[in-house]
């Protein structure tokens, strides 16, 4: 059962510090879902990125207009 623990927290240390530029729309938008989903943003940030790198985030279709 130890194991399983240190195995998790090695997992989901975040050990590493980046700094990313947003548009002022997409970090409101981002924030306002973070606050939707209970979370800080800073952490929904940091699950969507983890979901797109393990190749789980799935994207929805785009519907197009025929105009």
Do not use: C, W
């Not at 530029?21 to 409101?28: E, V």
């Not at 973070?34 to 994207?59: C, D, F, M, W």
């Amino acid at each position: 059962m130890q194991t399983l623990r240190e195995a998790a927290r090695a997992t989901g240390q975040k050990d590493q510090r980046i700094n990313i530029r947003l548009s002022s729309g997409d970090l409101q938008a981002i924030r306002t879902r973070a606050l939707q989903e209970g979370v800080p943003y800073q952490t929904l940030i940091s699950r969507v990125l983890h979901k797109y790198v393990s190749g789980n985030l799935q994207e929805q279709p785009t519907i197009k207009s025929a105009f």
